[in-house]
């Protein structure tokens, strides 16, 4: 199995979808050269480059309009962050290509095509390499988990899949987690609920249907395995609530099953 060299940073899917609705076409030295001058309107060029059949995107009928571009937040896009994910093995292990460069002309890929029109198998290949596929599922199974657990699991994640020297750069693999973890409850996957993270029915719905035809083998081993460590949790969380004398019943039952009579 190769290590992978997963993204540090993850954008909005549905902000790099139009994003490349946007670049398909455009010549790749003029971006290079918009991505070294800090001093681009990056809303300007998006106006610039939003053709007449790409109008209804940024501007629909209906503002509440399901996908459309909020150039209201294109200024908030990092280009440069854009640009690397557009470019030719943006994920390494040859997993997807959005785009590639002939005669200096950007080009979406048949991935690219299918990842701007929002095909589930192409982002569940994403998320599944990226890891956010195995985050939701450490969020499914554990029913709530809190960050610093979250950090726990994400770490057994980076021992089976990443590359070492990621650590050097991310503070052992907090500013990566809490990206995805942004990014899962932008897309409504997850959701914040007091001090832990519970799962969303979109979320559970997207995993079951992923799970076995995204996640990788060793993936659903590598779940499989922390599915005890979730168990355990949710056992503590449970023995942490419960009144005393309920604990007595509950140990009383234990003594039972393991073949105690008095």
Request: proline share 1%.
């Amino acid at each position: 199995m190769k290590e992978r060299e997963i993204s540090i940073w993850i954008p909005s899917y549905n902000d790099m979808q139009y994003f490349l609705h946007i670049l398909d076409g455009f010549r790749d030295s003029e971006f290079q050269d918009m991505c070294r001058d800090g001093s681009v309107n990056i809303r300007e060029w998006v106006e610039a480059r939003l053709s007449s059949e790409k109008e209804d995107l940024a501007f629909p009928t209906h503002r509440e309009s399901k996908g459309a571009i909020d150039l209201e937040s294109v200024n908030e896009w990092d280009i440069e962050y854009f640009y690397l994910w557009h470019r030719e093995n943006w994920i390494k292990n040859d997993v997807v290509c959005l785009s590639v460069v002939e005669n200096d002309i950007i080009l979406l890929t048949d991935d690219g095509t299918r990842f701007r029109d929002n095909d589930e198998e192409i982002i569940s290949k994403i998320d599944e390499f990226e890891g956010i596929l195995f985050i939701l599922g450490a969020v499914v199974e554990s029913r709530s988990v809190n960050h610093q657990d979250l950090i726990c699991d994400f770490k057994r994640f980076y021992e089976q899949f990443v590359l070492d020297w990621i650590f050097e750069f991310d503070n052992n693999g907090e500013v990566t987690l809490s990206n995805r973890l942004r990014h899962l409850k932008q897309r409504n996957l997850i959701q914040e609920s007091g001090s832990v993270w519970v799962a969303t029915d979109l979320g559970r719905d997207y995993f079951r249907r992923c799970q076995h035809s995204a996640l990788s083998s060793t993936s659903i081993a590598l779940l499989d395995e922390m599915r005890d460590v979730f168990r355990r949790r949710q056992l503590a969380k449970h023995l942490s609530k419960i009144h005393h004398k309920e604990f007595e019943e509950l140990i009383k039952k234990l003594l039972r099953k393991m073949g105690y009579k008095n």
